[in-house]
């Protein structure tokens, strides 16, 4: 294992020290327990917006901390879903009348524990709405299932809820929105790589040289299938094909569309993905109206890239567009 690390116990904690000292303009890290909180918070009469999960997924969530996205972010340790109390002083850190969305991945650990701090909160006379992200289209729905998993659109939900909240809006109408949101989102991705948690020491998974896996989780999970490796085009057609028959989109539509890398992927072959992505699209008669290519939800230094599409209209796009200061996404200031 080669990681510009210190002790794999420390790593999460040496994160937030570094992340606090280069972003001190917009944010502030609570150590115990451990949460990030925007600089300015509570912010009065305005609808706090909170997410977190398990590190490892830079930057997400951490790094989306700021005006107009995220209140507050809980990190847990490395792929590892962070505790009810972490989640409650982070709710009161930001909290004001107006009340608090919890934006949250569908995964168990995830949603048991901040289904638990929301009652807590509650129990404290808190106002708390609970929302979840499952656009993983790569895991079928079913009862076998605990559903499909949260991964890129929880980047659009967070910046589109956080631009409603900045907006005013109430905490009803931001829920509402993250809803349209994830129903309107499918995300699918591929890794070329494993990825290697620090404390475990040793790739979570092993892919032979001439493999891929299609469909894996933002953890590592295994994918949809193992399959030969192909050359960039292919991939990207094996990742968008299933997104446009989900949902399903259709000619005509307007999308926000993300390339994401997994974190050990470079940003020119970011690129080249979504030069296949858009002439597929364009072959769909579907419009890309904004664009996102970079690391945005990564699985450490995991090899591999995902794709997002987002179906939007007029409402979404002006979110989409308002202005957002955070340490990893900011225009518009």
């Given at each position: 294992m080669k990681k510009l690390i210190n002790d794999p116990a420390s790593v999460v904690l040496e994160k937030l020290q570094g992340l606090a000292l280069a972003h001190a303009d917009l944010l502030k890290v609570h150590f115990d327990p451990v949460f990030v909180v925007r600089a300015a918070a509570p912010v009065m009469d305005k609808v706090g917006i909170l997410s977190g999960g398990g590190s490892g997924h830079e930057p997400?969530?951490?790094?989306f901390v700021g005006v107009g996205m995220l209140d507050?972010?809980?990190p847990g340790a490395i792929f590892t879903s962070p505790t009810p109390d972490q989640i409650l002083e982070a709710t009161k850190s930001i909290y004001h009348d107006a009340g608090v969305l919890y934006l949250v991945k569908n995964y168990t650990g995830d949603v048991l524990n901040f289904e638990m701090a929301a009652e807590l909160a509650a129990e404290e006379?808190?106002?708390?709405a609970v929302e979840l992200i499952d656009d993983d289209v790569s895991v079928?729905?079913?009862?076998?299932?605990?559903?499909r998993?949260?991964?890129g659109t929880t980047v659009f939900a967070e910046k589109i809820c956080g631009a409603a909240a900045e907006a005013g809006l109430n905490l009803p109408a931001v829920a509402a929105l993250c809803r349209k949101v994830n129903g309107w989102s499918r995300s699918m991705g591929m890794a070329l790589t494993s990825c290697t948690v620090p404390h475990v020491g040793k790739p979570t998974f092993e892919l032979g040289a001439?493999?891929?896996?299609m469909g894996i989780g933002i953890h590592g999970e295994p994918g949809r299938r193992r399959v030969p490796l192909a050359m960039a085009d292919e991939i990207t057609e094996m990742l968008t094909l299933p997104i446009l028959n989900d949902l399903p989109f259709k000619p005509g539509d307007a999308v926000i569309a993300m390339v994401n890398g997994m974190g050990g992927t470079p940003l020119g072959e970011l690129y080249?993905?979504?030069?296949?992505l858009a002439e597929i699209l364009h072959k769909h008669d579907i419009t890309i109206?904004?664009?996102l290519v970079g690391n945005y939800i990564t699985a450490l230094e995991m090899a591999g890239t995902s794709i997002t599409l987002l179906k939007t209209d007029a409402e979404l796009l002006k979110l989409w567009d308002a202005p957002v200061k955070t340490p990893a996404l900011h225009w518009g200031m």
């Open positions: 997400l969530h951490c790094g507050a972010a809980c006379g808190l106002t708390v079928e729905k079913g009862p076998a299932t605990a559903g998993r949260g991964v001439g493999e891929m896996e080249i993905v979504y030069r296949k109206a904004r664009t």
